[in-house]
């Protein structure tokens, strides 16, 4: 079975590589697969859990809280601004994150229409880097 190389990179390590099947991603213009031999391309990513699918049909979930990603027919390059593998993820504290970034947004939604819009965002991308780390680790959460 064909493959390709996938390395994800954070600012402080390298976070995972190795010879996948195909990996699934959140681009920035929407859901993609990436499979062996596949066309040049560079996008940016969103918060979300990667579904790395490997030779043996078993699947493993990375969390990127965004970042970039360049692919060339023989390598998938993942630079993100910060990524985690399902082990290294606190659970109680992703959970708390989300509580925290829904109640903000909550709070944004009640108070006046002049609410600061950047405070708004931040708790928005709060929630999805605190969902897409819930997601890796396969935790339930209400959204």
Known sequence: MA?????????????YTQDIAMLIVRSTGGELG????HAPLVTGLVPHAMRVKLGDGDE??????????EVTPEKITVLASAAEQPIDIDINRAKQAYARAKERIAKFHQGPPDSDDIDFKRAELALHRAMARLQATKTEFEG
Do not use: T
């Open 3 to 15: 493959s390709i190389k996938l390395e994800i990179v954070s600012p402080d390590k390298v976070v």
């Open 60 to 69: 493993q979930l990375i969390a990127v809280a965004g970042g970039f990603m």
């Open 34 to 37: 990436i499979l062996p031999h």
